[in-house]
């Protein structure tokens, strides 16, 4: 269950990120970012569900509303940053999609993330169609039950980014968007095999803490190797991929799920995921100037 979660102003978020910590801070605030996004994701629908069934639906709509203006107000106290920023020129669109594009195709580290998007959420955003489906017709769950499974992959989320954010300083980004793919690839996997609801809610928090990794490990490979003014367009250009394979995979996986059933799409799913390891591993270890293990751990390259 991929969920997307980037607009103009995360972006922008995300692109400042690398001119208020060090470098070495980097992981720990970008999980600390992605712990609160996530907890947005997780928490909404419950809490827009309780207000709907006590309030209705006006009034829903407008606390929704209220969120906005608190979140403009919020943002609007935070410390403008200094005026080393790069100047703002107002260019057509086009123009500033074919910069991004340019970046993407000629920065080996944004190409790899690029890539391992595009294929990684091709397959991942297929559990989106399967999920209700699996609950209801496959595994008998009831509407709560079938709650509690969607909500578990958002509380992975949470929990994969709040473990970072207190020992990223000392990981590798690389082994993280490993590890997330492992993890969301075999949570999916684990879901779609499930004999019963219960191991559907653990795969999915599993799949979901995947995914929360790979978030930050996205966002920080990213910050660590392009320059700071730069970051803007390469990551307006990296989120269009992702947007555009959840599309594919919605046109491909109504299909397949009328064809083969829920537990068979989850399956697909999770293998396609797994298998993007293979393709993004030696484009991103030849990218980070690193060669593939031979005696059982990674080894700088010289160069």
Same mark, same amino acid.
């Given at each position: 269950m991929w969920e997307g979660r980037y607009d103009e102003v995360q972006w922008h978020e995300i692109g400042q990120i690398i001119r208020l910590v060090e470098g070495s801070q980097l992981p !720990?605030?970008?999980a600390q970012l992605? @712990?609160?996004?996530?907890?947005?994701?997780?928490? #909404?629908? +419950?809490? #827009?569900?309780?207000?709907?069934? /006590?309030?209705?639906? /006006?009034?829903?709509?407008?606390?929704?509303? !209220?969120?906005? &203006?608190?979140?403009?107000?919020l943002i609007g106290g935070v410390r403008t940053l200094s005026a080393t920023a790069v100047s703002?020129?107002?260019?057509?669109?086009?123009?500033?999609?074919?910069e991004g594009l340019r970046v993407a195709r000629g920065h080996s580290v944004v190409r790899a993330v690029s890539v391992g998007f595009l294929v990684m959420v091709m397959f991942a955003a297929l559990d989106n169609l399967a999920i209700v489906p699996l609950g209801r017709a496959e595994l008998g769950a009831?509407? $709560?039950?079938?709650?509690?499974?969607?909500?578990?992959? %958002? =509380?992975g989320m949470v929990v994969g980014p709040m473990c970072l954010a207190k020992t990223g300083v000392r990981i590798r980004m690389d082994l993280v968007l490993y590890g +997330?793919?492992?993890?969301?690839?075999a949570g999916?996997? $684990? @879901?779609?095999?499930?004999? &019963?609801?219960?191991?559907?809610?653990?795969?999915?928090?599993?799949?979901? &803490?995947?995914? %929360?990794?790979?978030?930050?490990?996205?966002? /920080?490979? =990213?910050?660590?190797?392009?320059?700071?003014?730069?970051?803007?367009?390469?990551f307006g250009t990296v989120y269009m991929f992702p947007y555009a394979a959840e599309a594919l995979a919605y046109a491909v996986g109504a299909p397949l799920l009328a064809m083969v059933?829920? *537990?068979?799409?989850? &399956?697909?799913?999770?293998?396609?995921?797994?298998? @993007?390891?293979?393709?993004?591993v030696p484009l991103l270890t *030849?990218?980070?100037?690193?060669?593939?293990?031979?005696? %059982?751990?990674?080894?700088?390259a010289n160069g």
């Open positions: !720990a605030a970008n992605a @712990t609160g996004v996530n907890i947005g994701i997780a928490a #909404g629908p +419950a809490v #827009g569900g309780l207000l709907l069934a /006590t309030l209705g639906l /006006t009034a829903t709509l407008l606390v929704d509303a !209220a969120t906005f &203006v608190l979140s403009a107000l703002r020129r107002s260019e057509p669109l086009h123009t500033v999609v074919r009831t509407e $709560v039950m079938v709650g509690l499974l969607g909500t578990a992959y %958002g =509380i +997330a793919l492992l993890a969301l690839g999916t996997l $684990v @879901t779609g095999l499930s004999p &019963v609801i219960a191991v559907a809610v653990a795969g999915q928090a599993m799949a979901g &803490v995947g995914a %929360g990794w790979h978030n930050v490990a996205a966002d /920080t490979l =990213i910050q660590q190797n392009v320059p700071a003014e730069r970051l803007g367009v390469v059933g829920p *537990r068979w799409v989850l &399956v697909v799913s999770g293998l396609g995921v797994l298998a @993007t390891l293979g393709l993004v *030849r990218a980070l100037g690193l060669r593939l293990p031979t005696s %059982g751990r990674f080894a700088a």
